[in-house]
């Protein structure tokens, strides 16, 4: 099976020996690894590699013309990241049109691969900054100054990797062309092992947010303050811990506080600072919203309890994605045709897919992930449902591309 060469010959590739998870992160030598194996995989079915104006790579069967059915997903990680989330949508769109070339399936449609850059932000914190770019949801210019934590600009690690930065910028001939957007993805959270199927179709994506919350305090000595005197900004942080676990909780959301920096850090003093960033996300805006004020005025008040200081402030904000219902019903209809019980799922995991869904007819599909661990070594997908991922979008790709 092609699917299982593919993924063999990946699967070493931007790997940390230590830890056994995942380093890809854009325009360094395991993204350029990367690339040069999709290229490779790409050009050994024939299709023609192109990068685009935004650091993104479309492997095209077929001229490029208006009305291509475009398939692909990332190739980037986050720090340590699983070997699945990204690279099963790509390698799985390399395996299904092998397997439609294969029984000499003739496309209508363009066909096409995409791989996007920097979807994690793991390396310049914008994530899904290709189809951000690409969209014109990011300014250019903003773009190019990106730092990474070494003060690396992404124009300069572009130049450094060969691309060209001054392209970067929204990209309407490409989208033009571009009549349909399918992502297959590692499914990331644990709904398709319960209802014993391999394959499911998203519904939309959650609103999510991130937002900063600086608490201000007074340093001190752990040995002669006494406690009454202290303004000790970690005792609201961590009661905000506490409440964005519940509150998440009460309105059926998820909030996290992932990363922390304590100032000035010292094992033997009462900080002066802590910044903490809290993580939010919601099945709706008002949920979103009932979340974020609760957890916010909880804050303020154990803030002002301890006599510490505290700023919140919102970083990123997505609005939800509600993914196109007429391409979603059609999905549905190819795989049941097939025999194939694809379930409906909502997700709260950003993807470019949810970008692009501002512009163009979007649907993903989800490949069962046992545990539902994500952005961890510990991350998994079955053989087999891998190649029940791959069955399911050659299906669609040939329904899409096959008639108009
Ligand atoms: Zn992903």
Known sequence: MIFAELWRELESLGRDPGTGGYRRYSWTAADAQCR??????????????????????????????????????????????????????????????????????????????????????????????GSRLMTGAVDPETARGLTDDDGV?????????????????????LLADIGVFVELHVEQGRALAPLGAAVGIAKGIWPHGRWRLDFGGRADHAGTARLADRKDPMLPYARTVLAARRAAADSGGLATIGKVIAEPGGANGVSSAVTAWLDARAPDEDRLEKTVTTVRSASMRYSAECGVTLSVRQESYTPPVHFDQGLRDRIDGVLAAAGIAAPVLPTGAGHDAG???????TAMLFVRNPTGVSHSPAEHADLADCEAGVRALALILEDLAGRR
């Open 355 to 361: 970008i692009l869904a501002a512009r163009i007819p």
């Open 36 to 129: 040069a194996w999709f290229t490779r995989q790409a050009d050994n079915l024939g299709l023609a590699v192109e990068p685009d104006h935004n650091g993104n790579l479309w492997a095209w069967w077929g001229r490029r013309r208006p009305g291509a059915v475009v398939t692909g997903s990332h190739l980037d990680s986050v720090p340590d990241g699983g070997g699945y989330d990204g690279a099963l949508g790509v390698a799985s769109a390399l395996a299904a049109v092998a397997e439609l070339k294969d029984k000499n399936f003739d496309p209508e449609r363009a066909v096409a691969i995409a791989v996007m850059t920097e979807e994690e932000g793991a390396r310049f914190r914008v994530p899904c900054l």
């Open 153 to 173: 600009t992404l124009a300069e690690a572009m130049t450094a990797a060969g691309a060209d930065a001054s392209l970067l910028g929204p990209d309407e001939d």
